[in-house]
């Protein structure tokens, strides 16, 4: 009863806020983001007045160009890959300054945007521009592989990527300096479940614009560049043991990772489910004669609304199942596999995947 009027007052708080000024601006901002991150045109031309001027400098000189020009830049529905989220936002009457952050991994630059907005005709636009960037530097990028399922089949029980493991994992590579994004079979946005805003990183991260971000626009396989990434990570939760194992593109991707670039492989909880059938050059199961764990057929709880148990199904391709008391935190690492038994595994299997990859 209590989650259900929490989720109401949730409802009710966002239909009131959603009319504020802030939300509009906001929503302006959002446009711009989410079309320069995705090749959406027509949300890059609503986001900014016709008579809008980009500004920067340029070997210490003014440089400017029409907002109608910056849209040409990019490619109808093609992602970008900048990594962008929405730093500030002041607003006095009717004219707002919004402060967005932007990430360009491929180029190793991180932009500020400065946006000045004024409303008129009832809708807030941006009217100017100024930027600037500067250089960052990122030791690598891993692949987190992340399902788009929100039930167990065709079961009215719902599920999804379990938030907990996907942010304590996150968490640790982006401290660490690698740059994470994220893959599902279908792309777009992605279900999450599992979610404890009692816990302190979780509720930091559930509230990050740019984490948010990431997880409604996940890459679809075929947008996903594998020389980029130097490992690749399957998050639990149980659904991943369903539109993943069978997606032969994300196998590809983790062949690729694995065999081709000598990255690394990794998966906690459910997580292993989507690379019980990943084949290797030769043949062989990616699992075969490794050391390997996964939530354990004695941890399970829904055994018999799962397509299959995954520790069954590693043992059945061949892994060397290895494995804790129940719900006891559990690390195995063999060959650059490196998967976790459960939730209480996740850090830990992070942290040796941050440690191979340093040597």
């Known amino acids: 009863m209590k989650r259900i009027i929490l989720f109401l007052l949730v409802i009710i708080s966002f239909n009131v806020y959603s009319q504020s000024d802030e939300a509009l601006v906001k929503a302006t901002l959002m446009d711009y983001i ?137 968490h640790e590579f982006q401290n660490a300096g690698y740059e994470v994004q994220f893959v599902s079979p279908k792309g777009g946005a992605i279900p999450v479940s599992y979610i404890n805003l009692q816990n302190e990183l979780q509720h930091t991260y559930f509230y990050d614009e740019k984490l948010q971000q990431k997880l409604k626009r996940t890459f679809t396989p075929s947008e996903v560049n594998v020389q980029e990434y130097d490992a690749i990570f399957y998050c639990g939760g149980s659904a991943a043991a369903f539109d993943i194992p ?57 055994a018999e609304l799962l397509p299959f148990l995954v520790e069954s199904k590693l043992r059945e391709r061949g892994g060397k199942f290895r494995k804790a008391d129940k719900w006891q935190a559990k690390i195995v690492a063999d060959q650059r596999l490196v998967t976790g038994q459960n939730p209480a595994s996740t850090k830990e299997t992070a942290v040796k995947i941050i440690q191979l990859l340093a040597q």
Request: hydrophobic letters at 30%.
């Open 34 to 170: 989410e079309g320069t991150s995705n090749g959406y045109i027509d949300r890059i031309v609503r986001a900014f007045d016709k008579n809008a001027n980009l500004y920067y400098s340029q070997n210490d000189s003014l440089k400017s160009r029409a907002s109608s020009n910056y849209a040409k830049v990019f490619t109808p529905n093609k992602k970008t890959g900048r990594l962008a989220h929405i730093a500030g936002i002041h607003i006095r009457g009717n004219a707002a300054v919004g402060i967005v952050e932007v990430d360009i991994p491929n180029y190793k630059r991180r932009y500020t945007d400065y946006m000045l907005l004024m409303k008129f005709d009832g809708r807030w636009k941006v009217i100017h521009k100024s930027y600037t960037w500067e250089p960052y530097e990122r030791k690598g990028s891993v692949l987190f592989v992340v399902s788009n399922e929100d039930s167990f089949g065709d079961s009215k029980k719902r599920t999804g990527t379990h938030f907990g493991e996907l942010v304590d994992a996150y």
């Open 246 to 302: 069978n997606n032969k593109a994300i196998q590809e991707i983790t062949r690729a990772i694995y065999e081709d670039h000598n990255g690394i492989v990794g998966g906690v909880c459910h997580g292993p489910a989507g690379f019980v059938d990943v084949q290797l050059s030769n043949g062989k199961y990616l699992v075969a004669g490794k050391e390997v764990t996964s939530f354990t057929n004695a941890e399970e709880g829904n």
